[in-house]
């Protein structure tokens, strides 16, 4: 079952990412952890909270988080 969520202008990654998080109850600490397992490189809770909140996640990052709560980013083309 897939979630529809509307993005506009003022949307970012991190509203995004902390709605999924809620939705799947993972903290920022756990996903930092699966994250540097998934990765290789060292996420913290603490760098990974900066990163939101600067909205400095990058779109592999994004991708990745994605993953690991369980979705896959689809791009479609409006008409």
Known sequence: MGIN????SKTDFNEV????LYRNKITI????RRM?????KTYTR???RAKLENNRIRFNE???IFEILGYKF??????
């Open 5 to 8: 969520i509307d993005i506009d």
């Open 36 to 40: 540097s397992e998934l990765s290789g």
């Open 74 to 79: 689809d791009l479609i083309e409006l008409h």
């Open 46 to 48: 603490f760098n990974l």
């Open 62 to 64: 994004a991708l990745l």
């Open 29 to 32: 600490a756990e996903l930092a």
């Open 17 to 20: 990412i902390r709605l999924l």
